[in-house]
């Protein structure tokens, strides 16, 4: 398996995965085929902020990723966020999940990775925990300023 960095022709493959990952219940919100055409063109785009990573064996497409950049003044250092970690059901249980976690750790030495998990997506709570990941004790708040 390769993970490498996302391209303009991964778009609609990912664009379909981006739909049932947000339908299902690993994710709050639902997301719209708009938001989801954005986060591709930023990953493809080379935004500052985003970086889309694509799971690939043989040609086959088995999964995405994509990061966000911050910083986090609570813990003094740059964070990185994963805000999408996506595999299709069929490669689910492989072990992709926790290379790729393996693998941000080598890519972002020194900073803070952090994420969101449903409670109730209890594989990906454990993939987490069984890559050293601890639970904070935060509500997270939001609020969408319009433009």
């Not at 398996?1 to 994710?27: G, P």
């Not at 990573?53 to 995405?64: A, H, N, P, S």
Request: some cysteine; charged content about 30%.
């Amino acid at each position: 398996m390769t993970i490498r960095n996302m391209k303009k022709s991964d778009a609609e493959k990912i664009l379909e995965m981006m739909r049932v990952f947000y339908s299902s219940d690993a994710v709050f919100s639902n997301g719209s085929d708009e938001i989801f055409k954005k986060d591709i063109e930023n990953c493809v785009n080379d935004s500052p902020y985003l970086v889309g990573y694509v799971f690939e064996d043989k040609g086959e497409i088995l999964g995405y990723a994509m990061t966000a950049k911050s910083f986090s003044t609570e813990f003094g250092k740059p964070c990185v966020w994963l805000e999408d970690l996506y595999i299709c059901p069929e490669h689910q249980g492989k072990g992709i999940g926790t290379e790729f976690l393996g693998f941000l750790e080598r890519e972002f030495q020194g900073c803070i990775i952090r994420l969101e998990v449903e409670a109730e997506n209890t594989k990906a709570v454990h993939t987490y925990e069984k890559c050293g990941f601890d639970v904070l004790p935060y509500m997270e708040m939001k609020k969408i300023v319009k433009s």
